[in-house]
């Protein structure tokens, strides 16, 4: 009984790091405010819970901050050209299906699924680009290379992101304020995911070097 209390105790820990996700997710929204900012506040974010998923001692908004400053170039230019590419997806998914539904054309009906199909690829890229940023260092054309191929190699993680995303966002909706929280709370979960995926890369490198050397 009184282990459970103790503070060092494995479920006190992950509580902490919960309401450490809630609270930089006040955070997180305060630095995307200026809207072209997001890509370098996503990849801030992962920076940290990255780390504080792997309890590496760190301050919360130091290491973000200090992120966010060094992948500023980066994450700005990925965020900006993911954030204008989604809009146009989601323009050209209600376009579509608004002419199939008034026309009945099944062009119309064909275009509207196969741009569901590309914002799928879109979607899941945006999921591993802003984790790449933050653990590693490439160009930005390997960071979308890198991104989709993670997420086809490792697809049973990626639907499970997919999946624990949906639930969380819809479950969150039926309390509007909550969602305020989202973006720390599904960034805290999936580094849990990220670390594991991208823990047998680094492995891979290291014994790449050592073979080298």
């Given at each position: 009984m009184n282990s459970f209390f103790d503070l060092d105790n494995p479920a006190w820990r992950f509580i902490s790091k919960f309401f450490d996700a809630c609270f930089l997710s006040v955070i997180y929204?305060?630095?995307?405010?200026?809207?072209?900012?997001?890509?370098?506040?996503?990849?801030?974010l992962y920076y940290v819970f990255l780390k504080l998923a792997k309890d590496e001692e760190g301050y919360l908004?130091?290491?973000?901050?200090?992120?966010?400053?060094?992948?500023?170039?980066q994450g700005t230019i990925v965020g900006i050209f993911l954030t204008f590419v989604g809009i146009i997806l989601i323009v050209d998914i209600y376009w579509f299906r608004a002419r199939?539904?008034?026309?009945?054309?099944?062009?119309?009906?064909?275009?509207?699924?196969?741009?569901?199909?590309?914002?799928?690829?879109?979607?899941?890229?945006?999921?591993?680009?802003?984790?790449?940023?933050a653990k590693f260092?490439?160009?930005?054309?390997?960071?979308?290379?890198?991104?989709?191929?993670?997420?086809?190699?490792?697809?049973?993680?990626?639907?499970?992101?997919?999946?624990?995303?949906?639930?969380?966002?819809?479950?969150?909706?039926?309390?509007?304020?909550?969602?305020?929280?989202?973006?720390?709370?599904?960034?805290?979960?999936n580094s849990y995911i990220f670390n594991h995926i991208f823990d047998i890369y680094i492995r891979k490198m290291e014994e790449n070097k050592k073979i080298e050397d």
């Amino acid at each position: 009984m009184n282990s459970f209390f103790d503070l060092d105790n494995p479920a006190w820990r992950f509580i902490s790091k919960f309401f450490d996700a809630c609270f930089l997710s006040v955070i997180y929204l305060i630095f995307c405010i200026p809207i072209f900012t997001i890509g370098a506040a996503n990849s801030a974010l992962y920076y940290v819970f990255l780390k504080l998923a792997k309890d590496e001692e760190g301050y919360l908004i130091r290491d973000f901050i200090k992120a966010f400053k060094q992948n500023f170039k980066q994450g700005t230019i990925v965020g900006i050209f993911l954030t204008f590419v989604g809009i146009i997806l989601i323009v050209d998914i209600y376009w579509f299906r608004a002419r199939a539904n008034i026309l009945g054309s099944q062009k119309d009906y064909f275009m509207y699924y196969i741009f569901w199909v590309i914002f799928l690829v879109y979607s899941v890229i945006y999921l591993y680009i802003f984790p790449l940023i933050a653990k590693f260092e490439n160009s930005t054309k390997n960071m979308f290379k890198f991104s989709f191929i993670m997420s086809i190699k490792h697809l049973g993680w990626t639907t499970l992101m997919v999946i624990l995303g949906i639930v969380i966002i819809l479950s969150a909706s039926r309390i509007p304020p909550i969602l305020i929280f989202i973006p720390g709370i599904l960034a805290f979960f999936n580094s849990y995911i990220f670390n594991h995926i991208f823990d047998i890369y680094i492995r891979k490198m290291e014994e790449n070097k050592k073979i080298e050397d």
